[in-house]
C-alpha cells in the first residue's frame, strides 16, 4: 500500500517520473496522499511528459516541483541541499513553488555527461525486481546504458524532440554514446556485485553505433558473452546499412 509505505518511511521527498500515460496516475497518487494525511514531503515530478508539458505538470497543486530535461544531475543537488537545509531555487531544471507562493522557473542544463554517471545502485530494489522472462525462461537481468537519445526523427517518438531542446537551449547534443570502457565498467559490476545473468542494453537504437565502434564493443563483449536483449531501428538491420554484417559481429 503506497500510503502506508509513505508512512513508514516517513520520506523528506517523493519523486515520480511520468509519461504521458502515467501522468494522472502519478497526480492521483501523489492527490491520494495529501488527502489523507497532513504532512510536509516535498513532490517532484519528472519525465518525458513534464519536459514537453511541465506548465500542465506544474499546475496540479500536489506538485512541489517539476523537472524539465534530465533529472541525474539535478536530483542530486536537489536532496544535497535538503539535506544541508540550503536553499534550492536557482537549480538548473527546476520549476519550483516557493513557500510565499512565488514560482521559480529555472533553464535547463548542458546534457549530462553519461560516461560521468556512477553505476546505478540496484540495492534500493528487492531482490525479486531483478528476474525477467526471457524465452521461457526466467533470468536476474539487469539494465545497462549503451546511448541516450536517438539520431533518429520518429515522429511518435520523444528522442527527436528533446534533441530539439536541448540544441535550442543548451547548444548541446542529447544523443549521446557511452565510451565502451564505461560500458566494460558497468558489465563487470553486474557480474561481479549483482550476480546478473541477461543483460538489456539500454538504447532507443543499439546499433546506432559506427562499424569502428561496433567493433571495439563486440572485441570488449567476447571477454563475458552474457544473452543480451536490445532493440534498434530496423534500417540499422538492413543490408542497405550493413545490417547484416552488424549482426553476425554480435554473435
Request: aromatic share 14%; charged share 25%; hydrophobic share 35%.
Amino acid at each position: 500500500d503506497f500510503t502506508q509505505k509513505v508512512q513508514t518511511f516517513s520520506p523528506d521527498l517523493i519523486a515520480v517520473s511520468v509519461t504521458e500515460s502515467t501522468f494522472l496516475r502519478g497526480v492521483s497518487l501523489l492527490n491520494h496522499l495529501r488527502l489523507i494525511k497532513k504532512h510536509n514531503i516535498l513532490t517532484i515530478m519528472g519525465g518525458v511528459f513534464p519536459t514537453f508539458a511541465p506548465d500542465r505538470a506544474f499546475r496540479e497543486p500536489s506538485v512541489d516541483i517539476v523537472c524539465v530535461g534530465e533529472g541525474d544531475v539535478a536530483l542530486v543537488e536537489l536532496c544535497e541541499n535538503l539535506e544541508r537545509s540550503k536553499d534550492f531555487s536557482r537549480i538548473s531544471n527546476l520549476w519550483i513553488k516557493k513557500p510565499d507562493g512565488t514560482t521559480v522557473k529555472n533553464t535547463i542544463g548542458s546534457a549530462v555527461d553519461i560516461n560521468s554517471l556512477p553505476a546505478i545502485d540496484f540495492s534500493i530494489f528487492e531482490d525479486d525486481r531483478f528476474y525477467r522472462p526471457m524465452r521461457g525462461k526466467s533470468y536476474r537481468m539487469f539494465p545497462i546504458e549503451t546511448h541516450r537519445g536517438c539520431p533518429y526523427t520518429c515522429t511518435f517518438c520523444n528522442s527527436p524532440s528533446q534533441n530539439v531542446l536541448y540544441d535550442a537551449q543548451t547548444q548541446s547534443n542529447f544523443f549521446r554514446k557511452a565510451s565502451v570502457e564505461k560500458i566494460r565498467e558497468e558489465i563487470v559490476n553486474f557480474k561481479n556485485q549483482w550476480n546478473g545473468e541477461y543483460i538489456f542494453f539500454w538504447a532507443d537504437t543499439f546499433l546506432a553505433w559506427s562499424s569502428k565502434e561496433l567493433a571495439e564493443f563486440c572485441e570488449m563483449y567476447s571477454e563475458f558473452k552474457f544473452p543480451f536483449w536490445c532493440q534498434s531501428r530496423s534500417e540499422t538491420v538492413s543490408d542497405a546499412a550493413g545490417g547484416y554484417q552488424k549482426l553476425k559481429m554480435l554473435k
